[in-house]
């Protein structure tokens, strides 16, 4: 099956559960196919731990949740070296990082020891416990949360740690429409906590997921749309409105990226429009607005959007 076919059916699964998250979720099968990880931001009770809850189904992939508190350990995370009294020697405990879809809700507000902990796993699939490296399981996505109105007993998460994610993908209160239609489900017997009850069919394996890869490897580029993309990133470092532009890890991640894209859309090729959609949740928790365009009130979204009115469109 084609990568199209594949993301269609997905999305047609995941609209048994998910009601109004069409962008939001469309951006992490976006990220689950191109190898990143995305950042949720969004008050309470709109719906991300379901998301990735149902993700993880559709792909047939082992999932966990880390509720992020301030007294976690990396330790909790990771997992360490556990003395057996019987057999007198030390055995492995794996901690929850050891899994395919991992769920770390609420991560700003764990301190930064413990976010630190990610970083190796995030970057690289593997963990160091003891000075042992162990492999982490293939495909590895990490689905972060955070709250953005809540600040008290938070740690922000720094920019080393944040540019690790893909993309930071805002999800905002329902409109009215959705959710007298998630109402109307619930009526109806919708239970969240039982999705096991909704006849959710998985579409793909993990496995299945390399061979989606493989046929976005050879979705083509051309030497404008590079161009192109190069264009954004610098101009974000040029701009007056930011103390920090993008980095070249956002140009990397904006050109896998836009080749995931493309062969959702079902093309062999990336269009200028592919990289536009994209350019918003892969820049905007990478850059840092000057104070001037925050009391302007300006944000991240309008600061990429008046850099992207500036840059030349290629054919």
Do not use: W
């Not at 309470?44 to 189904?57: D, H, V």
């Not at 057996?84 to 507000?109: A, C, S």
């Amino acid at each position: 099956m084609s990568v199209q076919h594949i993301t269609n059916e997905i999305r047609r699964e995941a609209s048994k559960v998910l009601v109004g998250q069409e962008e939001p979720f469309t951006l992490v099968l976006v990220a689950l196919l191109t190898g990143g990880h995305v950042l949720l931001e969004g008050v309470p009770g709109t719906a991300k731990t379901l998301m990735a809850k149902t993700l993880a189904q559709l792909v047939h992939a082992e999932f966990k949740r880390v509720q992020f508190t301030p007294d976690l350990m990396p330790s909790d995370v990771v997992g360490t070296q556990v003395f057996e009294m019987g057999t007198g020697q030390f055995h492995l405990r794996k901690g929850p990082i050891f899994t395919q879809v991992l769920l770390g809700d609420e991560i700003n507000r764990a301190p930064a020891k413990t976010q630190s902990a990610l970083l190796e796993a995030m970057e690289e699939r593997q963990v160091t416990i003891e000075g042992q490296r162990l492999a982490l399981p293939d495909p590895f996505f990490v689905l972060a949360t955070q709250n953005p109105v809540e600040y008290e007993g938070t740690y922000p998460l720094p920019e080393a740690q944040l540019d690790r994610f893909l993309f930071k993908v805002l999800i905002d209160y329902a409109p009215l429409d959705v959710e007298m239609e998630v109402l109307r489900r619930y009526n109806q017997g919708f239970d969240a906590h039982q999705l096991d009850q909704q006849h959710l069919q998985p579409v793909i394996t993990p496995q299945a997921l390399a061979a989606c890869r493989a046929e976005i490897r050879t979705v083509q580029v051309d030497e404008g749309i590079l161009k192109y993309i190069t264009d954004i990133v610098q101009e974000s470092r040029k701009s007056l409105d930011l103390l920090l532009g993008a980095s070249m890890r956002a140009s990397i991640g904006l050109l896998l990226a836009s080749k995931t894209f493309a062969a959702m859309q079902g093309r062999q090729y990336v269009s200028p429009d592919d990289v536009k959609f994209l350019v918003r949740p892969i820049c905007r928790h990478r850059i840092i607005l000057k104070p001037e365009a925050e009391i302007e009130g300006l944000n991240a979204d309008m600061v990429m959007g008046r850099i992207l009115a500036r840059v030349e469109v290629p054919r």
